[in-house]
């Protein structure tokens, strides 16, 4: 890293990639302490406002007094799209070489970097030299991870005090990337507390592809109910309304049995609409406890 800094030819950039949960933002902490850097966040959910815990935006602790930028500025209604996200880019870049800082671009939007650093139009590689670092996990490690927070979570009785508490009907959201084990701990939970879960992957919700799409085998699920897993025709327009208004159904249903419900994937537009839109009153009806799956370096 200190020969490709220090290299004068061209200004440099770093790249710092990988899924959610992996650890990007706190490498990207290390190098910029390290080298003196600045941070752009490129994932496509943290750019706006709100949201904090949903998508796992690194805390006012964790930045270490380090500038980040494009984290949690944008308006939610707006429409921010991957051209604002390079003209907004080229300019904090611009800004940070006048102050002789390193600029480390973080996030897991891969079609960000894409048009930033191909489109012609912003003569990215043109002008800046860029080294990409991605960021990969043993799936061992992945698998002591979980099962490590599921044991702290039971030990701390945090979720017994959230599911205890009787001021409004609770949900429990189970999020992070693919394959760092959202479905382990829903069944892990729903075992323990007597939960049932709805599936918010986006390509899960439809039959068949089990295998391209990663599903819960049989014995996996381990006698929970899955709903929303498998249940959608292929061909059909299934849209976050559908999936809301689906959700909102199965939730009721398992409240009457005195089941948690536990809604568990990758999709956050579903679960963002769901929360978020006023027509389903969810903030109103219900108590939420986001749980994110993140993976030690």
């Not at 500038?67 to 921010?80: M, Q």
Request: charged letters at 25%.
């Amino acid at each position: 890293m200190n020969t490709f800094i220090n290299n004068n030819k061209k200004k440099k950039v770093v790249f710092i990639m990988g899924a959610p949960g992996t650890g990007k933002s706190r490498l990207s902490v290390d190098l910029a302490t390290d080298f003196r850097g600045e941070i752009i966040n490129s994932d496509k959910m943290q750019v706006f406002k709100g949201l904090e815990i949903v998508t796992n935006k690194i805390t006012h602790g964790e930045k270490q007094g380090v500038r980040h930028y494009l984290l949690g500025e944008i308006e939610p209604d707006s429409n921010f799209t991957a051209e604002d996200f390079c003209l907004k880019s080229i300019v904090y870049i611009e800004i940070f070489l006048k102050t002789q800082c390193v600029r480390n671009i973080v996030g897991g939007s891969n079609s960000y970097f894409e048009k930033l650093l191909e489109d012609p139009v912003f003569m990215f590689k043109y002008k800046y030299d860029s080294c990409f670092i991605w960021i990969d996990v043993e799936q061992s490690v992945l698998n002591r991870r979980v099962d490590t927070r599921v044991d702290e979570m039971v030990s701390a009785a945090k979720m017994n005090t959230f599911i205890n508490n009787n001021n409004k009907k609770k949900v429990v959201f189970i999020m992070g990337a693919t394959c760092t084990g959202k479905s382990r701990l829903s069944v892990d939970l729903a075992t323990h507390f007597r939960g049932e879960t709805i599936n918010s992957d986006k390509m899960q919700i439809f039959k068949g592809f089990e295998i391209v799409t990663n599903k819960l085998t049989h014995a996996e699920k381990q006698g929970v109910r899955h709903y929303l897993l498998g249940e959608i025709e292929p061909d059909s327009n299934f849209t976050a309304e559908d999936f809301c208004v689906k959700s909102i159904v199965y939730i009721e249903n398992f409240l009457k049995t005195q089941c948690v419900p536990i809604i568990v994937g990758g999709s956050n537009s579903y679960i963002e609409k769901l929360v978020e839109d006023p027509v389903f009153m969810f903030k109103y009806k219900y108590d939420s406890c986001f749980i994110w799956i993140d993976v030690e370096q």
